[in-house]
């Protein structure tokens, strides 16, 4: 499977971005979909997961109510919308793949990564 994000860039604080994740080589349809990110010196943080059919997600609390991960399997791609903006979510951010139908924040339960997409927030 290879991944490729788009949608990173320049925000300010309190505006949105919305990132995409897009599959190929084979369909992602039946395995959880995520997102992480690393900030400059520091390691990979969980930011999201979605299930296989999209109708159970997971979010880490800093991003909680602000960040939306979405998935349209049609398209086998994935979405990270990101409302709220902060200057501490500016960080390289992450798709990844799922081993199995279900993930959560251990990014050993990915088996596949994409390059990453940065995103900055200015204060």
């Known amino acids: 499977v290879q991944l490729q994000a788009s949608g990173g860039g320049l925000a300010q604080a309190g505006g949105s971005l919305r990132l995409s994740c897009a599959a190929s080589g084979r369909a992602v349809s039946n395995i959880a979909m995520g997102w992480f990110r690393q900030a400059p010196g520091k390691e990979h943080e969980f930011v999201a997961a979605v299930n296989w059919i999209g109708s159970g997600t997971y979010y880490t609390d800093s991003v909680k109510g602000r960040f939306t991960i979405s998935r349209d399997n049609a398209k086998n791609t994935v979405y990270l919308q990101m409302n709220s903006l902060k200057p501490e979510d500016t960080a390289i951010y992450y798709c990844?793949?799922?081993?199995?139908?279900?993930?959560?924040?251990?990014?050993?339960?990915?088996?596949?990564w994409g390059q990453g997409t940065l995103v900055t927030v200015s204060s």
């Open positions: 990844t793949a799922g081993r199995t139908a279900v993930a959560g924040p251990s990014r050993y339960e990915y088996r596949y």
